[in-house]
């Protein structure tokens, strides 16, 4: 038969950590985050889009995970790098072992920078087993905590 298709394919079964997926029949509907959350008028979007299956994904990548990578990073952050140096900076985050960093000033960034190149770096590299390999450090202005 010239126009049948062969059924005899085996499907694969749908990812089983993705949540915005919808059966219709023998296909797969596969919704963005956008049109999840702007397409509420569409009952199939609708139904699709619960809270829970849109923000607990979002939480997983974007907040859990990068601070279980932290966790140590802070404790060895604390323990070798100096009190002064320690109360005015920010750990902002770990990206393929390079350490974000944001500073006060700039004067307490050029004190990291010499303590860095002085063996600090050298220091935390080990004491982190290789998850740390550079340290990026930036001057942010301070966030005001009385508003």
């Not at 596969?30 to 994904?57: C, E, F, H, I, M």
């Not at 009190?83 to 390079?98: C, D, F, T």
């Not at 990291?112 to 982190?128: E, F």
């Amino acid at each position: 038969m010239a126009g049948s298709r062969d059924n005899s394919r085996k499907k694969a079964p749908p990812p089983k950590d993705v949540v915005n997926l919808e059966t219709a029949g023998d296909r797969l509907k596969v919704y963005s985050l956008q049109t999840l959350l702007t397409n509420k008028k569409n009952r199939a979007t609708r139904d699709v889009a619960r809270l829970g299956d849109v923000l607990l994904p979002w939480y997983e990548k974007s907040v859990r995970k990068p601070a279980e990578k932290l966790e140590g990073i802070v404790e060895l952050w604390q323990l070798y790098v100096p009190a002064n140096i320690v109360k005015h900076s920010r750990l902002l985050g770990l990206h393929k072992g390079a350490l974000k960093v944001a500073m006060d000033s700039a004067a307490v960034r050029a004190e990291l920078d010499a303590q860095l190149r002085g063996g600090l770096l050298r220091t935390l590299q080990a004491a982190s087993r290789g998850s740390l390999y550079r340290v990026q450090s930036f001057v942010e202005s301070p966030v005001d905590e009385t508003r």
